[in-house]
């Protein structure tokens, strides 16, 4: 088989300029559901003919692939679970029984991270991987990103990890330069590489990016402000869209920084903030159909500003490794509807991860949420907390055991009165009971590429 995948889209250029990388991004909703729809009867088509996985599920959920031709029919069929993926990852590996092309069209895999056992391996055909590289450069020229820019890549580049190699791919498929150093060259090597090559943008996860800018003056000599960074985008896990993580990431770099929020199951990224800094809009709805869900009662939720729930997944699409109500894990709040910027897609923060959720006598408590909280105590707190959750499952009926460090220049002799402004600021806020322990300012070791661990199952210096 002769590919023919462009390593750079032909217009890439033409397209500095543009409002949007892709029209549907600014195109009526009425229109977009077409699209979809359209779409959405060409991928149940192929997966009748393509995927045992689904051929099985289907059937067993007593409902026929041509019976699925608008978004409201999407509703009678079955999630799909990430344990149902692992499973079918296990019966035939590498790609799984949900593997819908034939291996010799397979010309990529990437590895989702996960939190137990092997990575999830996804297979991507030649028209798979373009979408990726479609899907990926929408979200950066949303995020501010332009044609010829240089970008400091500051994800780990790690083969399998989506943020290294595909995210490469996608700038160099929008035109732009990727500066190929990744977070795990360290924070020297990435601040080296800003200093000689005046990189307009910087791409990576934002505590990483906030530790790799308070470094700069220490390995440079000069402030990060001062490297000439205008956009600092950041993306795979929560921070970005917390006012005073972003605050301190624009402090520190003096440049805009904008957020975005994808994943390894659909694609690198599919959702992003635009310059409004308001939410991230969804960019690629001709690919990717999404579900809002209300955990509480198993519904489907209309996209109104102030809505809050999990998001379900539908590839529109995809060959290799498709995926039918996928159920993400991703709690988000819609923060709006319409835009300035003229996108159409919601607009969304993603407060959370549902399998991150704790239970606190019925309230509940993402960590992330506790994170945004002390980190606006700054600088009375250091900005860094871990939730120990020394209790079986997600629930407990006993105030949440939170440990936050002090700033920096703080004595412990204001400990008692912090512990009280914490507890009452998170009870206030979160609706929970918290019993907060102090410690010193760097407890914890500082985040590095890895997404930072929140939650602790026990900490030694506690009961």
């Known amino acids: 088989m002769q590919y023919g995948m462009r390593f750079r889209r032909a217009d890439a250029g033409a397209k500095a300029n543009d409002r949007f990388w892709h029209e549907i991004e600014g195109m009526p909703l009425d229109e977009v559901r077409r699209i979809q729809e359209e779409r959405l009867v060409g991928q149940m088509a192929y997966l009748k003919a393509n995927s045992p996985f689904y051929q099985d599920k289907f059937a067993a959920a007593g409902v026929d692939f041509d019976e699925i031709r608008t978004i409201e029919d999407l509703q009678r069929l079955p999630f799909t679970y990430k344990t149902e993926i692992r499973e079918s990852l296990s019966a035939a590996p590498p790609f799984g029984r949900h593997r819908a092309a034939p291996m010799e069209d397979i010309i990529q895999m990437q590895a989702s991270s996960g939190t137990t056992g092997s990575p999830s391996y996804v297979a991507l055909t030649e028209s798979d991987a373009e979408m990726w590289h479609e899907m990926t450069a929408r979200c950066f020229f949303a995020n501010g990103v332009r044609p010829g820019d240089m970008v400091l890549h500051a994800f780990s580049l790690a083969k399998g990890f989506v943020g290294g190699i595909p995210v490469m791919q996608g700038l160099q498929y929008m035109g732009a330069i990727d500066v190929p150093v990744g977070a795990d060259g360290g924070a020297d090597r990435l601040l080296r590489a800003c200093a000689d090559t005046r990189p307009r943008c910087v791409v990576g996860a934002p505590n990483f990016v906030i530790h790799i800018g308070e470094k700069a003056e220490e390995v440079l000599g000069v402030p990060a402000n001062k490297l000439g960074v205008e956009r600092v985008v950041v993306g795979g896990e929560p921070g970005g869209g917390i006012p005073a993580i972003r605050a301190k990431i624009e402090k520190l770099w003096g440049a805009k920084c904008t957020e975005m929020l994808g994943g390894t199951d659909l694609g ?25 869900l209300d955990p509480e009662t198993g519904k489907i939720i209309p996209w109104a500003e102030g809505a809050s729930g999990e998001m379900i997944y539908t590839a529109l699409g995809r060959r290799a490794s498709p995926l039918v109500r996928f159920r993400s894990g991703d709690f988000i709040e819609v923060l709006g509807t319409t835009c300035a910027c003229g996108r159409t897609g919601p607009k969304i923060r993603c407060t959370g991860r549902t399998d991150d959720m704790l239970i606190v006598r019925g309230a509940n408590v993402f960590p992330s949420a506790i994170n945004s909280i002390v980190n606006e105590m700054v600088p009375q707190t250091n900005g860094v907390m871990r939730v120990v959750a020394d209790f079986e499952g997600h629930t407990t009926q006993e105030p949440l055991k939170i440990i936050v460090e002090r700033g920096p220049d703080r004595d412990r002799d204001g400990d008692a009165d912090l512990k009280k402004k914490i507890e009452q600021r998170l009870r206030d806020a979160l609706v929970f009971r918290a019993d907060v322990r102090i410690v010193d300012a760097d407890t914890f070791e500082k985040p590095g590429a890895a997404k930072v661990a929140f939650v602790l199952r026990k900490y030694p210096d506690l009961p």
């Not at 990224?269 to 709805?285: F, K, L, R």
């Open 268 to 292: 690198v990224t599919y959702w992003a903030e635009c310059d409004q800094q308001s939410g991230m809009h969804m960019v690629n709805m001709d690919y990717v159909l999404t579900e809002l």
